[in-house]
């Protein structure tokens, strides 16, 4: 079977950094994805992980560790909008579909 | 623009009253899912399709089903909806199994009563 872990909300302020961490355990790995998803929304794809090291894309950076079963999602310079859940989702060699994690809840105040 | 296009947005149906939830998409993906999705909760998913071939996720109810009569539409039947079923559907899609990044529609809520 295959688990992630990741915290349930987090909150910071406009114009912050913040870091969402996710941990997994599955039987094969792929790779770690992360997708946004407004409230009422579609999940939206944000990155995609296969190998170790950092994916950098405009104002949000996604970093993975296969070693450590360990990934991470940076959203920089934080507005308002945000505010929304983001998951982490791993792809599973046995499987080929996407599990996802619980999702992180992000608040971001002014 | 080429998208993933769920329909209705809302659906309310009665207890144990069959209902079908439709999804299409004009990006000429092979592989398209169905998500179950409740409050606050992540996406589940339910079953794929891989062209034609279709793949059930091993603890998804015999209550729903799923057709895919061609490449760009695929369905959703919930044969008896119980209260427990009402959630946020979503449909993806994506070039071929695994493959990311997965395009979702916009889902439909459904409400039991």
């Known amino acids: 079977g295959q688990s992630l872990e990741q915290p349930s909300e987090v909150t910071a302020v406009e114009g912050a950094i913040v870091q969402i961490n996710c941990t997994y355990q599955t039987s094969g790995f792929y790779g770690l994805s992360w997708y946004q998803q407004h409230d009422g929304g579609a999940p939206t794809f944000l990155s995609y992980n296969a190998l170790d090291g950092l994916e950098e894309t405009g104002r949000f950076s996604s970093f993975l560790s296969r070693s450590d079963s360990y990934g991470y999602l940076l959203l920089q310079e934080l507005q308002m909008k945000d505010s929304a859940s983001y998951f982490c989702?791993?792809?599973?060699?046995?499987?080929?579909?996407?599990?996802f994690g619980k999702g992180t809840m992000l608040l971001v105040s002014p | 623009d080429a998208m993933v296009i769920q329909n209705p947005r809302y659906q309310v149906t009665q207890f144990g009253k069959p209902v079908t939830l439709s999804c299409s998409q004009t990006?000429?993906?092979?592989?398209m899912y169905w998500y179950q999705q409740k409050s606050s909760q992540a996406p589940k998913l339910l079953f794929h399709?891989?062209?034609?071939?279709?793949?059930n996720e091993a603890d998804t109810p015999d209550n729903f089903q799923s057709r895919r009569p061609n490449t760009s539409f695929c369905f959703l039947d919930i044969r008896s909806p119980g209260l427990g079923d009402a959630a946020m559907y979503l449909c993806?899609?994506?070039?071929?199994?695994?493959?990311?990044?997965?395009?979702f529609g916009d889902g439909t809520r459904l409400s039991i009563l």
């Open positions: 989702a791993v792809r599973d060699t046995g499987y080929s579909t996407l599990t």
């Open positions: 990006l000429n993906h092979n592989v």
């Open positions: 993806a899609t994506s070039t071929s199994l695994g493959d990311q990044p997965q395009h």
């Open positions: 399709y891989y062209d034609k071939d279709f793949n």
